[in-house]
């Protein structure tokens, strides 16, 4: 039975304390039933790790990625992003135009959310605000 040593796995894993914890993770799955890539010889789960890492029979990225993977309460899954929605609702070809007196919040007609606009030139818009009688002074 060879004796496995962190000088022997220092080489594979350039920092002691996260060799810890591959090791410690890699032995953890051994426990829990994953297949060992190393004769046992009798000897015990960390040291089969250990034994592992140094023998290059598993991968330290791999274990490293395995390790903050299990760690995770929560695993972002990207998802495609919403469509943009327009700034301005456009009236369904068609439609009734619901704009003009009479119509409007309060106006007893269509709700505010199914409210749709339509898209006008600013000649149309100038001939609408020319139409439009100003509001009564009652000062």
Request: proline share 8%; with cysteine; net charge negative.
């Amino acid at each position: 039975m060879a004796r496995v040593t962190v000088e022997d796995c220092i080489d594979k894993v350039d920092n002691r304390f996260e060799l810890v914890l591959l090791a410690s993770h890699r032995s953890r799955m051994i426990s829990n039933g994953a297949p060992i890539t190393v004769d046992r010889d009798n000897d015990k789960n960390p040291v089969v790790a250990l034994r592992e890492i140094a023998d290059e029979t598993v991968s330290p990225d791999d274990l490293n990625e395995e390790l903050i993977h299990s760690l995770q309460k929560f695993v972002e899954v990207d998802e495609p992003e919403p469509d943009a929605v327009p700034m301005v609702a456009v009236q369904a070809p068609g439609a009734a135009s619901d704009v003009g007196p009479g119509s409007g919040p309060g106006a007893g007609g269509v709700e505010d959310d199914a409210i749709q606009f339509d898209r006008m030139s600013e000649e149309e818009l100038l001939k609408g605000l020319e139409g439009l009688t100003p509001p009564d002074d009652r000062d």
